[in-house]
C-alpha cells in the first residue's frame, strides 16, 4: 500500500509539468520553509513570525479576518446573482423573485448574500471598535486606521447601493429618502443627488447607477484598499501587542 | 547662446529651451487629465430624462366639488377645492422627499416616514420636515383642463379661481 502511494506521489510530482509550477523541492530547513511561504505569491500575505499574545482569540476577537472572509463570501454569492438578476425597472424585482423561487438554489445564494452583507457591517464596525478600544490606532498604524475608515465607508457604500436591487417599495423609498438626505450637503447637496440617481427621482437610472456601483466600482474600490490595508498591517510590524 | 548670461548675470535669466519644453510637456500632461476628468464628471450628467411629465392635465374644474380633497396618486399631488378656489398641494414631503398620506376623518396630513405633520393648508405641525408642502401652480388650458405644474410653485394663500 506505500508502495502504491509513494509510487503515485512520485508519478504526481515527479514531472516535467509539476516542477513547472513547483521548482524547489518541499522544504526541510526551518529557514527554508518560511521562504516556501515569504516566496509565494498566494502565501505571502502571512508574516513570517507570528507572536504569541496576537493569536489569542480575545485580543481580536477575528474581526478583520472575519470581515475579509464575509467579503469573500459576498463575492462568490454576488457573482452567481448576477447571472439572473436584470437591472431594468421591468425586470429587476421580478428576476429577484425567481432568483428566490424558481432558480436552483437562487434562494439560498440571494439570503447568503443578504445576510453576510449584513454581518459584514457589523464586523467591520465592531472590528473597529475592537481596534479603536486597543489602542491599535496609534504610531506607527494611524495611516492603516485611515484605510480603515474609507473601507468602512465603501461597506456603507455597497451597502447602500444594494439594497436598493431588489426594486421593491422598500429599495425604492428606502434610497429616495437616502439620496434625500445627500441633497441636504451644501453647495454640492443638489448636484450630487441628480448625478448619484442619474434624474431628479429614483428610476431607471437610479437602478442602473446602482447596479453598476454595487457590482463594479465599489468592490474594486475595496479590493484595492484591502490589498494596502493588509501589506500596512505587515510593514506597520504585525497585529499590534496586547498590553 | 547664453552671451547675455556672462556679460549681465544680474539680469533675469531668459527660460532656456529645455526648461521651457519642460514645463510646456508637463503642463499638456496636467491640462489634458484635468480635461479629461472635467469631462469624465460631466459624462456622469445626463442631458436628457425619460421621467415623467412634470406639467400634467388634472380635469375640468366641475370634476371637483366644492371642499373636496382629491388625491392624484401618479402625480403626487392633492388637489383642494373650496370657497376661494383652487390648491394642487404637493404630496412630497418636504424632509426627504416620502408621500404624505392625508388622515382619515380629518383634513390634517401625515408622512409615513419620520412623523412629519401638516395641518390643512399644509402648514408644518410637527417637524422634522422643515418647510410647509408646495403648492403647484394651477393654470387653465385652452381646452377647458386645469393642468398643474409640479415643478412652478407659487404661495400657499394663492388660489386659481376659474
Redesign the interface.
Known amino acids: 500500500m506505500t508502495e502504491i502511494i509513494r509510487l503515485l506521489s512520485r508519478f504526481i510530482t515527479g514531472n516535467r509539468v509539476w516542477k513547472s509550477v513547483f521548482r524547489a523541492e518541499s522544504p526541510v530547513t526551518e529557514r527554508g520553509q518560511s521562504e516556501s511561504i515569504f516566496h509565494n505569491v498566494w502565501l505571502h500575505i502571512y508574516p513570517v513570525k507570528v507572536r504569541k499574545d496576537a493569536l489569542r482569540f480575545t485580543y481580536t476577537f477575528c474581526l478583520g479576518g472575519v470581515s475579509f472572509l464575509l467579503f469573500l463570501l459576498l463575492i462568490i454569492t454576488g457573482v452567481p446573482l448576477m447571472f439572473y438578476y436584470v437591472p431594468s425597472v421591468e425586470q429587476a424585482y421580478g428576476s429577484m423573485k425567481d432568483l428566490e423561487f424558481v432558480v436552483s438554489y437562487g434562494l439560498l445564494l440571494r439570503n447568503m448574500h443578504r445576510w453576510a452583507a449584513h454581518a459584514m457591517v457589523i464586523t467591520v464596525f465592531l472590528h473597529m471598535a475592537r481596534v479603536f478600544y486597543t489602542g491599535s490606532y496609534k504610531s506607527p498604524r494611524e495611516f492603516n486606521w485611515v484605510v480603515g475608515v474609507f473601507l468602512l465607508a465603501l461597506t456603507l457604500g455597497l451597502s447602500f447601493t444594494g439594497y436598493l436591487l431588489p426594486w421593491d417599495q422598500l429599495a425604492f423609498?428606502a434610497i429616495?429618502?437616502g439620496t434625500?438626505?445627500a441633497s441636504y450637503v451644501p453647495w454640492l447637496g443638489p448636484?450630487f443627488k441628480?448625478?448619484l440617481i442619474?434624474?431628479?427621482?429614483v428610476?431607471?437610472?437610479a437602478l442602473l447607477r446602482f447596479y453598476v456601483l454595487h457590482t463594479v466600482v465599489l468592490p474594486l474600490a475595496a479590493v484595492l484598499m484591502m490589498a494596502a490595508h493588509f501589506w500596512r498591517i505587515r510593514k506597520d510590524g504585525g497585529i499590534s501587542k496586547p498590553l | 547662446m547664453d552671451h547675455s548670461d556672462k556679460t549681465s548675470p544680474s539680469e533675469a535669466k531668459p527660460m532656456g529651451r529645455r526648461d521651457f519644453l519642460t514645463t510646456l510637456g508637463w503642463g499638456a500632461l496636467f491640462a489634458s487629465i484635468a480635461s479629461t476628468g472635467a469631462g469624465m464628471i460631466r459624462f456622469?450628467?445626463?442631458n436628457v430624462?425619460?421621467?415623467k411629465p412634470t406639467r400634467i392635465r388634472v380635469g375640468r374644474p366641475d370634476d371637483y366639488s366644492p371642499g373636496s380633497v382629491t388625491y392624484l396618486e401618479s402625480s403626487r399631488v392633492f388637489i383642494l377645492r373650496n370657497d376661494k378656489g383652487f390648491r394642487a398641494m404637493s404630496a412630497v414631503c418636504t424632509?426627504?422627499?416620502?408621500t404624505v398620506n392625508k388622515d382619515a376623518g380629518s383634513n390634517s396630513y401625515s408622512c409615513p416616514?419620520h412623523g412629519s405633520k401638516f395641518d390643512e393648508n399644509g402648514g408644518v405641525v410637527r417637524g422634522p420636515a422643515p418647510k410647509s408642502l408646495s403648492t403647484c401652480e394651477v393654470t387653465l388650458a385652452p381646452s377647458g383642463h386645469m393642468v398643474v405644474d409640479l415643478k412652478s410653485f407659487v404661495p400657499p394663500n394663492h388660489y386659481f379661481r376659474v
Open positions: 423609498w429616495t429618502v434625500s438626505i448636484s441628480y448625478v442619474g434624474g431628479n427621482e428610476g431607471q437610472g | 456622469l450628467f445626463p430624462l425619460f421621467e424632509h426627504l422627499g416620502c416616514c
